[in-house]
């Protein structure tokens, strides 16, 4: 298996501008999260999704963010209007739970974020 | 979830076993153990997880306190690859609602040729 899919690796944008982040969980896997990594903050959760559906958002900063799961495999992360302070590691995770409850979440290789 | 306190860093020597401690004196009877480490710039790696019994799979041993307040993961060989940030992380584990993982800050860990 790939493991978890990321993309793009690295982003840069200007201050203002509409980021949008990818996410390809591995298959068959039905929990995946949105994590976010910053100096001052740590890793810290945002989102995470069950079977496609959100179930905890509470850790999603503010309206400038959404995240959306159209379907087992896809999953986006969008900043609107993005600002500097946004600039940080996006990591996407995915579980699965399953009949022995081997819950162990697989991280992706992250997105750069760097807002200008 | 219970918080965790662990040591910012520590070194190892390559070679020689590696001992991180971890403190959860405040951990009730339903939550469990989770270590995961991240090397650096990469995504956060699952190690092992535990309730009470000792648990060892083919990258680490944890041991856990009979009290439950405290444990120890173990890297028995450690090579420079296991240079990382080692979290340990402390939550329940239940088939829906509580899957979330909360990260501290973690310990550093430093292999040193």
């Known amino acids: 298996d790939a493991g978890v899919i990321q993309s793009p690796r690295h982003e840069v944008t200007e201050m203002g501008q509409e980021v949008t982040l990818r996410c390809k969980p591995i298959?068959?896997?039905?929990?995946l999260f949105w994590y976010r990594q910053t100096m001052m903050r740590g890793l810290e959760l945002l989102i995470y999704?069950?079977?496609?559906?959100?179930?905890?958002d509470s850790g999603m900063p503010e309206d400038r963010f959404s995240a959306k799961m159209p379907n087992a495999s896809f999953s986006t992360l969008k900043i609107q209007p993005s600002e500097p302070r946004d600039s940080a590691v996006y990591f996407c995770?995915?579980?699965?739970?399953?009949?022995?409850?081997?819950?162990?979440?697989?991280f992706g290789p992250g997105t750069r974020l760097t807002v200008l | 979830d219970a918080k965790t306190t662990q040591p910012p860093s520590m070194d190892c020597a390559e070679g020689r076993a590696a001992n991180l401690p971890c403190n959860h004196s405040?951990?009730?009877?339903?939550?469990?153990v989770y270590w995961y480490r991240q090397i650096h710039s990469q995504g956060p790696q699952y190690i092992i997880h535990?309730?009470?019994n000792n648990e060892t799979n083919e990258m680490a041993s944890l041991i856990i306190t009979e009290d439950r307040k405290s444990s120890t993961l173990i890297l028995p060989h450690a090579t420079l690859r296991d240079t990382a940030v080692y979290y340990c992380?402390?939550?329940?584990?239940?088939?829906?609602?509580?899957?979330?993982?909360?990260f501290g800050t973690g310990t550093r860990l430093t292999i040193i040729p």
């Open positions: 535990g309730l009470k």
């Open positions: 995770a995915s579980s699965f739970v399953g009949q022995r409850f081997t819950d162990t979440q697989y």
């Open positions: 992380i402390v939550r329940v584990k239940t088939y829906f609602g509580n899957e979330k993982l909360t």
């Open positions: 999704f069950n079977n496609n559906v959100p179930i905890d």
């Open positions: 405040t951990i009730s009877g339903n939550e469990y």
């Open positions: 298959s068959g896997h039905d929990y």
